[in-house]
T-cell receptor
Framework: KNQVEQSPQSLIILEGKNCTLQ??????????LRWYKQDTGRGPVSLTI?????NTKSNGRYTATLDADTKQSSLHITASQLSDSASYIC?????????????FGAGTRLAVHP | GAVVSQHPSRVICKSGTSVKIECRSL??????MFWYRQFPKQSLMLMAT?????????EQGVEKDKFLINHASLTLSTLTVTSAHPEDSSFYIC??????????FGSGTRLTVV
């Protein structure tokens, strides 16, 4: 069964600190993995997208890694800001019937405190 | 970048009435559009997938007669919640995909049925 599991479920950090969010998946056939940021009451916004051959990708203070062998990904946030408070969702694409089917993780709710 | 506009952002309706939510791709042609539902503190749940000019494919457990989806053009898809009931109150989000591998989400619609 295609699944995406994220940890931790929620996280509180102080402003300026770094943090790492985890994503483990069992999805086949794997197409790509995306990290999204979702502010409360808003739609998800793409942070990174990685294919099978990519190990790391950065977007400003966000750096995503992918280990396709262990089927794990992480999202590292550097020098956190109050505006980083949001849910971070790991989404894995599985190729099915000619198009990609997205499998969503439950998300990690990050709260950055001053 | 790709932009998806979703309207309205919030709607309150009386029980028994119908509500239409629009999803527009502003700067690209969306061959496929997806509709999701999200309950508080949970991740997105796919309701249906629609390809322009054809009938939508609904996920198991989603009533197609209650959630009417129309994708009549390459830039517009609509979701109509018919005979709405309080249990239909939720956050509804669309996403659109063009010829590439990207998925762009709308900003979501908060539906409250009273």
């Amino acid at each position: 069964k295609n699944q995406v599991e994220q940890s931790p479920q929620s996280l509180i950090i102080l402003e300026g600190k770094n943090c790492t969010l985890q994503c483990n998946y069992t999805v086949s056939p794997f197409s790509n993995l995306r990290w999204y940021k979702q502010d409360t009451g808003r739609g998800p916004v793409s942070l990174t997208i990685m294919t099978f051959s990519e190990n790391t990708k950065s977007n400003g203070r966000y750096t995503a890694t992918l280990d396709a062998d262990t089927k794990q990904s992480s999202l590292h946030i550097t020098a956190s800001q109050l505006s980083d408070s949001a849910s971070y969702i790991c989404v894995v694409s599985a190729r099915a019937g000619g198009y990609n089917k997205l499998i969503f993780g439950a998300g990690t709710r990050l709260a950055v405190h001053p | 970048g790709a932009v998806v506009s979703q309207h309205p952002s919030r709607v309150i309706c009386k029980s028994g009435t119908s509500v239409k939510i629009e999803c527009r791709s502003l700067d690209f042609q969306a061959t496929t559009m997806f509709w999701y539902r999200q309950f508080p503190k949970q991740s997105l749940m796919l309701m249906a997938t629609s390809n322009e000019g054809s009938k939508a494919t609904y996920e198991q457990g989603v009533e197609k007669d209650k959630f009417l989806i129309n994708h009549a053009s390459l830039t517009l898809s609509t979701l109509t919640v018919t005979s709405a009931h309080p249990e239909d109150s939720s956050f509804y989000i669309c996403s659109a995909s063009g010829t590439g591998d990207g998925y762009t989400f709308g900003s979501g619609t908060r539906l409250t049925v009273v």
